[in-house]
């Protein structure tokens, strides 16, 4: 298993629509989750982080499912601006290094 | 604040030839990482940098070689170029080595190797 699997898409969605994006970790000890975005030929850049509570920002909510190994983000009324790939980032275990998803393409579309 | 800043942003290298890559971060961070992104492979660190002094190998060292010349300053060096380096790279630079920092990414050098 993959350390850290995302289903890479693409997702194709209208503006305004809610779209969630799944990713599994395989590492039991991971303590840290992460959300990150990559605009096409650019740098990945923070959306949030993910704590074991569930936290929202504005139309972004992440969650974390430590049990099932599991990080979700979902992406509310979408806007074009939104469209990116999103990485799913975990670290093995504290004071190791962060391990990156492939990510998901996200397409939004007016 | 520029954040991450790393030059050239494009190179084009023969095989066996040698270039290094040049990172530096105007943030005051202690800690700096070299990722390669190649398609459908996701991000993959080459080499970090816990705080100035030290550097460690990450997941695909090989072929390459790092020094952290200063708190600012981490340079990655590719000895004998190889057209599987062909990738973009990554520098990287966070407050500190513990995981619950936010990493601050640089634009990123496309390398082509034929």
């Known amino acids: 298993r993959k350390e850290v699997e995302q289903d890479p898409g693409p997702f194709n969605v209208p503006e305004g629509a809610t779209v969630a994006f799944n990713c599994t970790y395989s590492n039991s000890a991971s303590q840290s989750f992460f959300w990150y975005r990559q605009d096409c030929r650019k740098e990945p850049k923070l959306l949030m982080s993910?704590?074991?509570s569930g936290n929202e920002d504005g139309r972004f909510t992440a969650q974390l499912n430590r049990a099932s190994q599991y990080i979700s983000l979902l992406i509310r009324d979408s806007k074009l601006s939104d469209s990116a790939t999103y990485l799913c980032v975990v670290n093995r275990e504290a004071g190791t290094a962060l391990i990156f998803g492939k990510g998901t393409t996200l397409s939004v579309s007016s | 604040n520029a954040g991450v800043t790393q030059t050239p942003k494009f190179q084009v290298l023969k095989t066996g030839q040698s270039m290094t890559l040049q990172c530096a971060q105007d943030?005051?961070?202690?800690?700096m990482y070299w990722y390669r992104q190649d398609p459908g492979m996701g991000l993959r660190l080459i080499y970090y940098?816990?705080?100035?002094?030290?550097?460690d190998k990450g997941e695909v060292p090989n072929g390459y070689n790092v020094s952290r010349l200063n708190k600012r300053e981490f340079s990655l060096r590719l000895e004998s170029a190889a057209p599987s380096q062909t990738s973009v790279y990554f520098c990287a630079s966070s407050e500190a080595w513990d995981n619950h920092y936010e990493q601050y990414f640089g634009p990123g050098t496309r390398l082509t190797v034929t």
């Open positions: 940098s816990a705080s100035e002094g030290t550097t």
């Open positions: 943030m005051n961070h202690n800690s």
């Open positions: 993910v704590y074991s």
